[in-house]
């Protein structure tokens, strides 16, 4: 019987493996997809580099996964976020230091929110606000910029949770922007699995134990082991894909039913060439389709261990990106028949909560027309109205919603959750069974930091728990 089980390759699944194997040899690594990274997950052909389709920056300048970047050697750079905005009821594009009275007063709003007492009972971040006296277009602004970042919208936002992850957030403003793409951080934490790690592998049952654990898969496939780490997203345990005999404790199960994981769509817009300010790296958008848009630049060489565009990595991307519409190829054409460079910028946009839900039920094309339709108000001037739609070659959208095996974004500061869902969350079952991945972080951080730091709790606490079973022994 092995010792060690991890279920899920994502980003704390893979880190978790790292630390046991300090510890033990004979640790196993199993993924019900056909590639490692969980959510980090890109797209090739868009761009001369790998496109972020999940996770793309780091968020905060004190993060705990600077050490593993600086293992990788990434280069980094640090930007306030964001540094553009769009009041979009008064089609207004301001830059940085801009002032704005309501602005900046919601910002110390959310800013002191860690002063305020737990409610009870739990209100949403939205009535919080509209007690404090927000005007409505203080609550368009909270709407697109707290709420889309926390991945929800802002009536779901749970007051209770943001209380929480204010008082515990410690990873500072602003924003660190990869010279490479977040590729190289799962194939330097994949290195070496080799025959521990066994993909296409579903876990579809745990029975667990004092005796340890007994994982079922498809068509009869078990798997024996003293612990498990269990690192599946939110949306996955809530959908029952794993059953567990006997059934996970009740103030487990009570955590999972009221917590909360919400879908985003990232929208992938490729440009002949760049119409937008130089100093330009972010613009969160009110009473907008797309809540907002950033854009980023990559060395022009690829990384020694980067694939070129036309040579895929054998990481997991989705299938050849589709023109959004007739309009859209007959640009291309144009370009190509122009000699113009057939790919030059790009934007993404990004859509959490209801606005995400909503954008699961369009085409594509319309998705995308409205995207540009909002960049040509955004940025259009009067000579050149509809630089947009003039610029664009080609799309790629991101429904998470709709990934196997993980079915949305990430967890958010859930409204009606308890203080104490999240440990109850992360507690571990007996000496078998553990948890990690970012919906158990005890601060409610949903970020790459949080998978990292759980996978190193969770791996510590099989460590402990095995080491005191062979020392009885």
């Not at 209770?160 to 194939?187: A, M």
């Not at 994949?190 to 521990?196: E, I, N, S, V, Y």
């Amino acid at each position: 019987m092995r010792n060690q089980r991890d279920c899920g390759a994502g980003l704390s699944g893979l880190y978790a493996t790292r630390e046991l194997r300090k510890h033990f040899t004979d640790v196993l690594l199993v993924e019900a997809s056909a590639h490692v990274g969980g959510r980090i997950q890109q797209v090739d052909g868009l761009m001369p580099w790998p496109v972020e389709l999940g996770p793309e920056f780091i968020h905060g300048a004190k993060s705990s996964l600077k050490s593993l970047l600086d293992e990788v050697g990434c280069q980094l750079r640090e930007l306030e976020w964001p540094d553009h905005w769009y009041f979009g009821a008064e089609r207004r594009l301001v830059g940085p230091g801009a002032q704005d009275a309501e602005l900046e007063r919601l910002h110390a709003l959310f800013a002191g929110v860690g002063a305020e007492p737990y409610p009870d009972p739990d209100v949403s971040v939205a009535d919080w606000l509209r007690v404090r006296g927000a005007s409505l277009r203080m609550l368009a602004i909270a709407d697109a910029c707290y709420a889309n970042d926390f991945g929800c919208s802002l009536d779901q936002l749970g007051l209770r949770e943001v209380i929480t992850e204010n008082r515990r957030w410690d990873s500072g403003e602003t924003y660190l922007l990869l010279d490479r793409s977040l590729r190289h951080i799962v194939e330097h934490l994949a290195r070496g699995l080799d025959h521990r790690l066994r993909l296409n592998w579903p876990v579809r049952r745990i029975e667990h134990g004092a005796g340890g654990a007994l994982l079922h898969g498809r068509a009869g496939q078990q798997l024996r082991c003293r612990a498990a780490v269990v690192t599946v997203p939110l949306a996955q345990l809530q959908a029952g894909t794993i059953a567990f005999a006997p059934a996970l404790p009740a103030a487990k199960a009570g955590a999972l039913a009221r917590l909360n994981m919400s879908n985003a769509v990232k929208v992938v817009l490729v440009f002949s060439r760049a119409f937008w300010p130089a100093d330009f790296f972010d613009v969160v958008c009110t009473d907008s389709f797309i809540p907002e848009f950033w854009t980023t630049t990559y060395p022009s060489a690829p990384h020694r261990s980067e694939p070129a565009a036309s040579d895929p990595a054998p990481v997991w991307h989705p299938s050849q990106p589709e023109h959004a519409c007739r309009a859209a190829e007959s640009s291309r054409r144009q370009g190509e028949s122009s000699g113009e460079p057939r790919v030059a910028a790009c934007l993404v946009g990004f859509a959490a909560g209801r606005r995400a839900e909503a954008m699961s039920g369009m085409s594509e094309s319309s998705i995308v027309l409205r995207a540009l339709d909002q960049l040509d108000s955004i940025f259009g001037t009067a000579q050149a109205r509809r630089p947009a739609t003039a610029a664009f070659l080609r799309a790629h959208l991101a429904d998470w919603s709709r990934v196997p095996h993980i079915g949305g974004a990430y967890s958010y500061p859930s409204l009606h959750a308890r203080v104490g869902d999240r440990e109850a969350l992360a507690a571990p079952v007996g000496g078998a069974l553990f948890f990690a991945g970012e919906a158990t972080h005890a601060a409610v951080n949903p970020c790459l930091q949080a998978a990292l730091e759980t996978g190193a709790r969770a791996a510590a606490q099989v460590a402990a728990a095995l080491q005191r079973t062979l020392s009885s022994l």
